[in-house]
Each structure stands twice: as structure tokens, then as C-alpha cells.
């Protein structure tokens, strides 16, 4: 997960969960000496991220827990699998259950549909990215998921490179000055959105170094590709869905980024089922 503060992550989290009261339907309603053994399990089939976040709730909160994980992420699993088993004080795994839940239905959920689409253009040479359409504040976490499902990292954020897009040319006044623009500042990585084929000569004359083509149809991205020959990668973005992801692969173009990764995934369908410990247990 990188630079990624998961302690951090889990304190705000739980905090936000706990309020100043605290979990005040585990407090009084189970002693305070109980223990749980639990069972983390899919109910559908599902690629699998975010586990170790999971298990870093319970530990917050029970450091004694014994986590034991069953399947790792980025493994892909049949409904009915067990994902991980928990023992230790009910009270703290009631209070961490619904935060670690709802971090690996969301983050499995996005490796899921990450590797539909990554399944769907096997054999042809594309790579799929994700984009910068996450949720606020967990940028890392999605696209640690969608590396789970098989795609790579596009931009991190506005830092790593430059990306010029319509607007910015609009106030720039061309294509050609606003690369210009960002050579002259000394940008390595110069990214240029072309929705025309008659943009791509400029484009790259004035020293971008990778196009993405917007909005294209499949045979005006095969005219593209061979317009570029090869000079920089090319890649395909705007409204790829899972039914026609397949024909813009073929078009051969190097890259193809997907919002809907982490914009769209639905929850992965995990749950967590807990059992007292019997005595001598």
C-alpha cells in the first residue's frame, strides 16, 4: 500500500464509529471477560483486497487477537470461501466488525471488477489503469485494490505528471502551446488528451510524451495508433465499459484507463460471523 498510514486510517475510522460514547451496545450487553472465535467468509466470488486493514481494526482494538488469514490479497476465490479466522475478546471484535467489513467489501469489491475487465482484454497486449475517480482520502487504498485486480497505477495525483486536457488548452490557445508551456517548465511526463486525429502531429511535435485518446471510437483508435507509430504510448479513455473494453484493446493501443475501477465497483458481499468460546476452549 506505499506511503499509505493505515494506523491512522484505523484511528480516524474507529473514532468516527465510537463518537465519545463508545460501542455502548457491546458494553452492555456482553461481559466484559467474553471471547469470540469468528469466521470471515465470501459469499460470492470475489478477488480479494484488503485483508491486512481488516485484521489491523481488530488488532487495534484486542492487541492479544489472534488473526489468522486464509487467503491472501489479489486471490481469487469462490463463493463460500473463508477469507480469515478471528479469536479473542467479543467486545473488541463486535466494535472493529462493521470498520473492517466495510474496508475489505469495498476495496475486494474493486479487485473484483478490476479483473473482469483485465480477464476481458487477455491476449491483446493492452494494460488496463485505473484514474484519479476515487473517493476523497482513500486514493491509496483504491488503487492498491485495483493492482489486486490486475490493472496498473495511472497518475497518483496532479504531481507525478503533467495531464493537458481541453482546458487547458483552451486558455493556452493550442494544443502546441500549452506542451510547449509544460517542457519549458521541465515536466518529464507530458500526457495529452487528443479527442481529433488532426491533433496528434502537434501534439506530439511540441514534445508530448504519451497521448491519451479520448472518447474515440474503435476505428478512429486504429487510425490513431497508426498515425503514432509507435513514437509514444497510446492510450483509450472515456466511457470503456466491460462490453466494449475487448474491440478497443484490439485496436492496439498501449493503454486503457477506466474510471468506473473505482468509481462504479460495487461491495464485495463478505461476512463475518462470530461464536462464543466455550469454556476450556
Known sequence: M??????????????????EA???????????????DGVMDSRDAIVVAGLEIAAAFFRALDPDVVVEPL?????????????????????ALLTAERSALNTVQHLSGIATLTRSYVDRIAGTGAV?????????GLRLLEKYATRMGGAQNHRMGLWDAAMIKDNH????????????????????????????????????GAGATHLLLDNMDPPTLR????????RVPTEASGGVRLETIRAIAETGV???SVGRLTQSAPAADIGLDFAPRLPGA
Do not use: C, N, W
Open 2 to 19: 506505499g506511503d499509505f498510514d493505515v494506523d491512522a486510517f484505523v484511528h480516524a475510522t474507529l473514532a468516527e464509529d465510537l463518537g
Open 22 to 36: 463508545g460501542d455502548v451496545t457491546s458494553a452492555a450487553v456482553i461481559p466484559e471477560d467474553a471471547l469470540f
Open 71 to 91: 487467503v491472501a490479497d489479489g486471490d481469487k476465490v469462490a463463493a463460500g470461501t473463508d477469507l480469515m479466522r478471528l479469536s479473542g475478546k467479543a467486545r
Open 128 to 136: 488496463l489503469l485505473d484514474t484519479r475517480k476515487t473517493i476523497p
Open 169 to 204: 488548452v483552451a486558455v493556452a490557445g493550442s494544443v502546441e502551446e500549452a506542451v510547449r508551456r509544460a517542457v519549458a517548465a521541465g515536466i518529464g511526463e507530458i500526457i495529452v488528451e487528443v479527442d481529433r486525429i488532426d491533433q496528434i502531429e502537434p501534439a506530439l
Open 223 to 230: 487510425g490513431a495508433v497508426t498515425l503514432v507509430r509507435g
Open 254 to 256: 498501449t493503454y486503457i
